[in-house]
């Protein structure tokens, strides 16, 4: 607050329309660094798919059936958090979004994590093919 109120109108302005969430002068190099880092990560996301519906279930019961609990939180945390933190410095806070996107995947599409992490990179290859 004291850096908004020392700042200039128009870096003020910049800072607001930001902290509401706009993608307002982003260019394809923004993309291109959100990509480095969210295709890995869901990368990375898509092989714990399994790992995470056994945990769905319960911690236990996928301790029970091989899987290292503590170490799928771990990383499936990091992971999270590092393309939440990509697309927050691109596109700023757009709290709506991330509060109703996820749920309105899964009464589409069901709880299973091998599909649902598949489901954006196809809504993106779809649109794409849709544009030509």
Request: overall charge positive.
């Amino acid at each position: 607050a004291l850096i908004l109120a020392l700042s200039e109108a128009q870096a003020v302005r910049s800072a607001v329309v930001w902290m509401m969430g706009s993608l307002y002068g982003v260019g394809w190099g923004s993309v291109g660094v959100v990509s480095a880092y969210t295709i890995p990560a869901a990368l990375v996301l898509m092989s714990l798919a399994r790992a995470l519906n056994l945990m769905s279930v319960g911690e236990e019961t996928a301790s029970y059936l091989g899987t290292d609990v503590e170490a799928v939180k771990r990383i499936a945390y990091g992971v999270a958090s590092l393309i939440t933190a990509a697309g927050v410095a691109v596109a700023g806070i757009i709290g709506f979004v991330g509060l109703i996107v996820p749920h309105t995947l899964r009464l589409v599409v069901g709880s299973d994590q091998r599909i649902l992490l598949g489901v954006p990179l196809f809504l993106v290859l779809l649109r794409r093919s849709l544009e030509r």
